[in-house]
């Protein structure tokens, strides 16, 4: 299990420990019942992924960086047949953000701002100068 996930796992151990619903979860996480993988590029001279993460049944929770990458905000965009992509705007009204750091896996801080959604593309703020690799993580939801 990531570090990533191990650090998940024991802020909601320690605070909501006694919630069975949570404790469910965590216990999910740690058997690896709930959680994939998706990578994701972005291609030379380009702003947005190439591909998109399906969605269907599936929340959006974190992204990690590259070493590298030109951008300072991975911004989300929506579609509900894979073709025509939109921003994904937060709760808040602005649109969905998370800024980046290199080299790090980012939390999504608004992750159900993705739900809708059952295609997701990233957009970097600024066009990528080389290709760059994300890796996302994504939960099973009912």
């Known amino acids: 299990m990531s570090q990533f996930l191990k650090r998940i796992r024991d802020v909601v151990n ?23 993988t998706k990578d994701l590029t972005i291609a030379d001279g380009n702003k947005i992924s190439n591909g998109a993460i399906d969605c ?3 929340q959006l929770i974190a992204v990690k960086f590259p070493a590298a990458f ?10 509900a047949d894979n073709n025509t992509f939109e921003p994904i705007y937060a709760p808040s009204g602005n649109r969905y953000f998370v800024s980046v750091q290199t080299e ?3 939390y999504l801080d608004e ?10 593309k990233v957009k970097s ?5 080389a290709q760059r690799s994300l890796t996302a993580i994504i939960r099973h939801v009912s």
Request: no cysteine.
């Open 125 to 129: 703020s600024v066009s990528e100068t």
């Open 70 to 79: 030109d951008g300072a905000e991975l911004q989300f965009l929506g579609s």
């Open 104 to 106: 790090a896996w980012m």
């Open 14 to 36: 320690h605070w909501y420990s006694d919630i069975p619903d949570i404790k469910t979860a965590v216990d999910s996480i740690n058997n690896g019942s709930i959680r994939e």
């Open 111 to 120: 992750p159900m701002a993705t739900l809708p959604f059952r295609y997701v």
């Open 56 to 58: 269907e049944k599936k």
